[in-house]
């Protein structure tokens, strides 16, 4: 094999914008990892493998055997909140974690204290940060980079990247302030209200050459500014919007049900869900935002203008209610009605009951380790390879975002053999059919 990744020599810094259920579910499931006293489930990075070549040795190693992935016991975490609390007082108010598996990384979670967050009210009217910085959107900036620099000497880390598991921000679409590096740059001067605080976190990251994974549906790194950004300090960036629970259901389903040509005349989605991130969501403002990218994604898959008489009448309709009682414990129900042979109507209904944050974690974990893992083997700008993890995921300009989990999943594992100098895998079996030919 023949590869230019950079081995992950040194410390990992973690630093996550919004230090909540995700978040601190994330950080106290890589603690207990780290002490043996549970398993990495979920997290593709530490659980999956990867099919490689004609080798006769090992031919599905484990993808962390495979990439040079930074190891856990090399990570060191950190972040922001708007909240005070640290991550192990969080992670109690919570209630994503048994009080028992928390008692036993008491110590690694204490020791973890947010910084003041990059905070605008506007953006999240529900939530009332107390932790928050003050001054201009610029000073705001400034001040976050002197964070990300500040941690990284503290901890000595060799390498730092940032993954936003912060609340949705209100629904707002792009202006002429985010179409260059220049024109936001400007905009930031002027402490001009169209940009968003996560954009800052992102801003601040990217100016640093520190790799940004968006786990929300908010703007942020979707502009044109940023992936110029990106690209000139040569860094990855990846959005936006963790692919959990519902969504995650219709990126199995609905390529399947495209694949067999079944018609599909409507999908009713409803949830409830009782955490910080559904109370954020109780805005109309918010919602919109989840909304859009909730609603994009069969869209995608089915694409009604290739296929109007199976998908050409389409309705689709996304709900989301906060429901304190849940909690963290999210509850999903889909109606489908599907038609197949002759017209003849048939119905699928999902009630999926899922853990928001125990399915979220896993995917922050694994945007973490491959976006680092992408800037030691010199990629930078969109990593269209980590769609396989978001709702909505960017692609660059005038390219068709790929939303069917399974092409997502092929095009991740071929991006890692690609970088370790293996062959790809199309499943053509050509080289099967070469062989029965020349067996003849």
């Known amino acids: 094999m023949t590869s230019n990744v950079k081995p992950a020599e040194g410390k990992l810094g973690i630093l996550i914008p919004g230090l909540g259920a995700v978040a601190t579910t994330l950080i106290a499931g890589v603690e207990a990892v780290k002490k043996g006293l549970s398993q990495p489930i979920g997290a593709l990075t530490q659980m999956g493998s990867i099919r490689v070549g004609k080798r006769t040795e090992n031919r599905y190693p484990k993808i962390k055997d495979f990439v040079p992935l930074a190891d856990l016991n090399e990570i060191v975490f950190g972040g922001w909140d708007v909240y005070a609390d640290n991550v192990y007082e969080a992670a109690v108010n919570a209630k994503v974690l048994e009080p028992s598996l928390l008692t036993s990384v008491k110590d690694e979670l204490e020791s973890i204290k947010p910084m003041k967050a990059a905070f605008d009210k506007a953006y999240a009217k529900n939530l009332?940060?107390?932790?928050?910085?003050?001054?201009?959107?610029?000073?705001m900036a400034e001040e976050l980079m002197a964070d990300i620099q500040?941690?990284?000497?503290?901890?000595?880390?060799?390498?730092?990247?940032?993954?936003?598991?912060?609340?949705?921000?209100?629904?707002?679409?792009e202006s002429e302030i985010h179409q260059s590096v220049e024109k936001f740059e400007k905009a930031l001067e002027d402490d001009d209200m169209r940009i968003a605080p996560s954009m800052l976190y992102a801003y601040a990251a990217l100016k640093l050459g520190i790799p940004f994974a968006n786990g929300a549906p908010n703007l942020t790194v979707d502009i044109p500014a940023m992936v110029e950004l990106a690209r000139s300090t040569e860094t990855p960036i990846a959005g936006k919007d963790f692919k959990t629970g519902q969504t995650l259901m219709k990126t199995i389903l609905a390529p399947g049900l495209a694949a067999r040509a079944l018609g599909v005349k409507g999908w009713f989605s409803t949830n409830i869900l009782g955490n910080r991130d559904g109370w954020v969501l109780d805005d109309p403002d918010n919602f919109k935002t989840k909304e859009v990218s909730k609603l994009s994604v069969l869209e995608d898959i089915f694409q009604p203008d290739q296929n109007p008489e199976l998908y050409g009448e389409l309705y689709h309709k996304v709900r989301i209610n906060y429901y304190p009682p849940h909690g963290d414990n999210k509850e999903s129900w889909d109606n489908i009605d599907i038609f197949g042979w002759l017209g003849y109507q048939m119905q699928i209904k999902i009630n999926f009951l899922c853990r928001d944050s125990i399915l979220a974690a896993p995917i922050a974990l694994d945007l973490a380790l491959f976006s680092d893992l992408a800037k030691r083997a010199g990629m930078s700008g969109i990593q269209e390879w980590l769609s396989f993890y978001l709702k909505s995921p960017q692609a660059a300009p005038g390219l068709h975002p790929e939303h069917d989990i399974f092409k997502q999943l092929m095009k991740l594992q071929n991006t890692l053999r690609h970088m370790m100098g293996e062959d790809l895998i199309t499943h053509l079996g050509l080289d099967y059919y070469q062989d029965v030919v020349e067996s003849m």
Do not use: A, M, P
Request: charged residues 30%.
């Open 128 to 139: 009332d940060g107390t932790h928050v910085k003050e001054g201009t959107r610029k000073q």
């Open 150 to 173: 500040k941690f990284q000497q503290e901890n000595n880390c060799s390498r730092i990247v940032l993954v936003w598991c912060g609340s949705t921000e209100i629904y707002f679409e």
